[in-house]
C-alpha cells in the first residue's frame, strides 16, 4: 500500500513554544490529507483537512490559529501547535488518501509533550 | 450525520478463541467500510475493507462483511494469537473527499 509518513514520531517542548508536525506521502500524491488527535485510549478526533494549495478547513471546536496546517506541495502537509500548553499534549496522527481511493493510510503518528 | 458505534472493550480472549467484534453504522448514503488496527504507539494500519453490500472483506485471518439490511460490519477470526493484540476500529467514508469516521475502538487481549 501506499506509505505515509509523519514525523518527529515524539517530541517534548516546552509549555509556549511552537511544534511543527510533518507529514509526507512518499509514494503518491495527496491533494488532501487529514489531521487527527487521539487521548489516551480514546478514538480519533478529526481536527483538520488540508487542501493542496488553500486554506484548512478545520472541525468545529478546533482553534485554527493554534492549530495552523499548511499543505504547501502534493506530497507534504505540516501542523504547527503554536503557543503550546500542556493540555495540547496527544497524539496527533495524519493520513491521506491515492487519488480518489476510498482506502485512507496514516503516518505513524506523533506524541506530543508539552511541559 | 454519519456515524459509527462498536462495541465497548476491554476484549480479553485466550489464545486461539474465536473474535467477534460489534459494528453498526448509521449513514445517509452508502458508505465503504474498514477496520484499522492500532498497535500501541503506533498510527492506523489497514486491515480490511468493503466498499458495498455484501462484500467481504479478509486479510490475516480477519474477516468482515458489509450487511446493509443489519448496516453492520462485525469482525471476526476463528483464532486469535498473543500477537493480534491491539485496539481496533470500525470506521466508514462518504467519499474520497471525506476524512474517515471511526468508531470509539475496542481494545483486544490475548493471552497465552
Known amino acids: 500500500g501506499a506509505v505515509v509518513s509523519q514525523h518527529p514520531s515524539w517530541v517534548i517542548c516546552k509549555s509556549g513554544t511552537s511544534v511543527k508536525i510533518e507529514c509526507r506521502s512518499l509514494?503518491?500524491?495527496?491533494?488532501?490529507m487529514f489531521w487527527y488527535r487521539q487521548f489516551p485510549k480514546q478514538s480519533l478526533m478529526l481536527m483538520a483537512t488540508?487542501?493542496?494549495?488553500?486554506?484548512?478547513?478545520?472541525e468545529q471546536g478546533v482553534e485554527k490559529d493554534k492549530f495552523l496546517i499548511n499543505h504547501a506541495s502534493l506530497t507534504l502537509s505540516t501542523l504547527t501547535v503554536t503557543s503550546a500548553h500542556p493540555e495540547d499534549s496527544s497524539f496527533y496522527i495524519c493520513?491521506?488518501?491515492?487519488?480518489?481511493?476510498?482506502?485512507?493510510?496514516f503516518g505513524q503518528g506523533t506524541r506530543l509533550t508539552v511541559v | 450525520g454519519d456515524s459509527v458505534t462498536q462495541m465497548e472493550g476491554p476484549v480479553t480472549l485466550s489464545e486461539e478463541a474465536f473474535l467477534t467484534i460489534n459494528c453498526t453504522y448509521t449513514a445517509t448514503g452508502y458508505p465503504s467500510l474498514f477496520w484499522y488496527v492500532q498497535y500501541p504507539g503506533e498510527g492506523l494500519q489497514l486491515l480490511l475493507k468493503?466498499?458495498?453490500?455484501?462484500d467481504k472483506g479478509s486479510n490475516k485471518g480477519f474477516e468482515a462483511t458489509y450487511r446493509k439490511e443489519t448496516t453492520s460490519f462485525h469482525l471476526e477470526k476463528g483464532s486469535v494469537q498473543v500477537s493480534d493484540s491491539a485496539v481496533y476500529f470500525c470506521a466508514l467514508s462518504m467519499s474520497s473527499g471525506y476524512a474517515l469516521n471511526f468508531g470509539k475502538g475496542t481494545s483486544l487481549l490475548v493471552t497465552p
Open positions: 493520513s491521506a488518501r491515492v487519488g480518489q481511493g476510498v482506502e485512507a493510510f
Open positions: 488540508s487542501n493542496e494549495g488553500s486554506k484548512a478547513t478545520y
Open positions: 468493503a466498499t458495498k453490500a455484501d
Open positions: 509514494d503518491f500524491q495527496a491533494t488532501t
